[in-house]
């Protein structure tokens, strides 16, 4: 075996499994499996299918995800820049399934980085409801922040905190949970020989004090009637059944919920968690204690019976690596949230207006000369604050006396009137200044203050000197071309298309450049390869400044 597993590990296992352990061990000798799954804010599954320049192999438990060749290198071709699908594990696909988040929830991802899981939760929401996404880690959120943008999302919001923190300011708040519990890691032994090397470190006891505060903590911020969907990459019952086990005796208005089995699922397995018990595990006592003090009839049999619903994922039964998955159900009755709350489908959340400018006369053609304006732009104002993105550009301006910070109106100013020439569709949100940054936020920003806040919502652009505004590249990944006064479009199988994503200048004639009736072909222009979404570029006199950001360029 090329792997070389933990003895401890292997005698655990082989206990737990008897017949099916040899078949478990031979999977380690067999390849890992990549997977993408397709961005459905971006392009549709049948478009996708037909434009892949991958062969795809469904993945049972996910319709938008597929099996590809890790060979092809999916992160080396110019759909992987337009956010068209993300390189993901193919079993980490079923925890985001089994949430089945829906237009209009308020959804938080609580260890989210690098931000599959919530980027597969954005596609499914539509853009309509609250994303927040938080990871304890300040490093692992820089790539969170960057998929979360790639990817085009409008209505997610990025923390950099601890649960307790975030539970202060969204109290009984959010209608799902995702928790993907930091865990032993032990199912992803083959994808990740670190992984071994790591487990004695994140052992298992260690590993099952954080999931019970956890799950603790996060049932206070889910509203009556919600869900919350655990699930850890490992394949010990003490930190997957046990910890339900113990989640149920301490909250007796949840219960297991019913999760959709594909074939190749498995069910959890209670029996273990007993066999632990009887042995004088660690289990045993507190599990106890925890029975005596939940509501009377609570028993442990009873709390270890329902994990039975529970699914997990085997490598030598299915092409994934290990996975626990478990839907728990709030027994309480939802609440009706009035129209036009936070987190509802229909209409702007509480406090916003939109951003609404008038699109253009006429339809888009290529060139055409100057023309009229558009209606002024309506945006609700919140109180100025600073997210970290904002403080650290504040400090690299003091540090090179480059100029005194914008002021709220300028900022603002600057951001409507950007907005009102180039965003040919209305964006909701409150607009919230954080330094010389613009931002759609989706949620009250009172409820931001106090927070380490990574993103404070949609990033909409930043003024710089002179007042000029430039526009994120989080707004031109969730735009189509159609939204923007100008776009280009470049073609994958053209050598445009890469020297654009490694951040070259192009010069072509304004001939190409796709705008309204009216509209100067100079000015910002969105690129799209293909026609997706990319990034910006300022057109002037034959010449593409590029604006793709050095941070998310092509570096093959």
């Known amino acids: 075996m090329s792997i070389q597993l933990p003895k401890l590990f292997e005698s655990r296992m082989q206990r737990w499994l008897g017949d099916e352990y040899e078949d478990f061990i031979a999977s380690y000798e067999r390849p890992r499996h990549a997977g993408i799954r397709v961005n459905m804010l971006k392009i549709g599954l049948e478009d996708f299918k037909a434009a892949s320049p991958f062969e795809l192999k469904p993945i049972p438990w996910c319709e938008t995800g597929f099996y590809v060749d890790e060979n092809e290198r999916p992160g080396k071709h ?23 988040p829906e237009p209009g929830d308020r ?20 853009g309509q409801g609250v994303l927040v996404t938080n990871d304890i880690s300040t490093e692992r959120t820089k790539a969170l922040a960057k998929n979360i943008e790639m990817s085009g999302v409008r209505n997610a919001i990025v ?16 209608d799902k949970i995702l928790i993907d519990a930091p865990c032993s890691g032990e199912g992803m032994f083959r994808k990740d020989p670190d992984a071994v090397r790591q487990w004695e470190k994140h052992s298992v006891d260690v ?32 930190e997957n059944e ?28 209670p029996e273990w968690v007993a066999g632990l018990a009887e042995s004088g595990g660690w289990l045993s006592p507190l599990l106890e204690q925890e029975a005596r003090q939940s509501e009377p009839g609570f028993t442990r049999p009873e709390a270890l ?17 290990g996975h626990f998955v478990c839907v728990l159900e709030h027994t309480g009755e939802k609440a009706a949230r009035a129209e036009g709350a936070a987190g509802t489908a229909s209409g702007p959340i509480i406090g916003a ?39 650290q550009a504040r400090g690299r301006r003091q540090d090179a006396y480059i100029r005194e910070e914008a002021s709220e109106d300028d900022v603002r100013r600057a951001c409507l009137q950007f907005l009102s020439e180039q965003v040919t569709v209305p964006i909701f949100g409150t607009l919230l200044i954080s330094g010389d940054y613009a931002y759609a936020c989706p949620v009250e920003p009172e409820r931001l203050r106090g927070l380490k806040v990574r993103r404070s919502g949609f990033q909409l652009g930043m003024v710089k000197a002179g007042g000029r505004f430039v526009p994120s590249n989080a707004l031109a990944a969730a735009l189509s071309p159609r939204e923007s006064a100008r776009s280009l479009n470049l073609s994958s199988s053209l050598p445009e298309a890469v020297s654009y994503l490694k951040g070259e200048t192009l010069t072509f004639g304004e001939e190409r450049i ?43």
């Open 514 to 556: 796709e705008r309204g009736e009216g509209t100067d072909a100079k000015g910002y222009v969105l690129v799209s390869i293909d026609g997706y979404s990319a990034g910006w570029g300022k057109w002037a006199a034959g010449v593409l400044k590029n604006e793709y950001p050095a941070g998310w360029r092509w570096n093959g």
């Open 353 to 391: 207006g939109e951003i609404l400018p008038a699109p253009s006369e006429g339809g888009r053609k290529s060139g055409g000369p100057k023309g009229k304006g558009r209606q002024e732009s309506r945006f609700a104002a919140a109180p100025r604050r600073e997210d970290k993105s904002a403080r």
């Open 305 to 321: 019976a329902q994990t039975a619903r529970a699914a997990r994922i085997w490598p030598h039964l299915a092409e994934g690596e």
């Open 159 to 174: 923390l950099n905190e601890t649960p307790d923190r975030i539970a202060e300011k969204f109290p009984a708040y959010f």
């Open 78 to 100: 110019p759909f992987y820049h337009t956010g068209l699908y993300y390189i993901q594990e193919p079993s980490a696909m079923e925890p985001a399934e089994a949430l089945n």
């Open 242 to 269: 046990a910890m339900i086990a113990l989640f149920l005796a301490r909250h007796p208005e949840f219960v297991v919920g019913e999760l959709k089995h594909s074939p190749l699922l498995s069910p959890g397995r």
């Open 207 to 238: 590993c099952t004090v954080m999931q019970r505060d956890i799950l603790d903590t996060v049932a206070s911020m889910l509203a009556p009637g919600g869900r919350i969907v655990y699930s850890t990459c490992t394949f010990s019952p003490e």
């Open 107 to 126: 959804v938080l991802d609580l260890c989210a980085a690098p931000g599959g899981k919530s980027t597969q939760i954005a596609a499914k929401m539509r």
